[in-house]
C-alpha cells in the first residue's frame, strides 16, 4: 500500500474537482478523501497500490474539464485507516 497526501492549485474549488476526484478514485480502487483548503486549494489524501495511487496522481495534473489547475506538490505519508474514498460534503453516518 502507498499513501500519499497531494495539494492541487488552480481553479478547483466550486467546479465539481473533489466529487470528480472521489469517482475516479473509486473507479482505481484508492482509499481517502478530497477536501477543501482555505487557501482555495483542494487537499487530496490517497492509499492503494502503487499503480491506482499513480493513476489518480496523473489524473489530478488535469482535473475534470471545468478545472484549471496550475499545480500539484505531493508528499508520503504515514498509513492511514481509511475505508471509502469521502469529500468533505460526504455524510458521515
Keep these: 500500500m502507498r499513501y500519499i497526501k497531494a495539494r492541487v492549485t488552480g481553479h478547483v474549488q466550486g467546479v465539481g474537482f ?3 476526484t472521489a469517482h475516479r478514485a473509486r473507479e482505481l480502487g484508492v482509499l481517502g478523501y478530497a477536501s477543501n ?3 482555495g486549494s483542494v ?8 499503480t491506482a495511487v499513480t493513476a489518480l496522481s496523473n489524473w489530478l495534473r488535469k482535473g ?6 496550475d499545480q500539484v506538490t505531493s508528499e508520503e505519508i504515514a498509513p492511514q485507516s481509511w475505508s471509502d474514498f469521502r469529500t468533505d460534503q460526504d455524510t458521515f453516518a
Design 37 to 39: 483548503c482555505d487557501d
Design 18 to 20: 473533489r466529487q470528480a
Design 64 to 69: 475534470p474539464p471545468s478545472a484549471r489547475v
Design 43 to 50: 487537499e487530496v489524501g490517497m492509499a492503494g497500490s502503487d
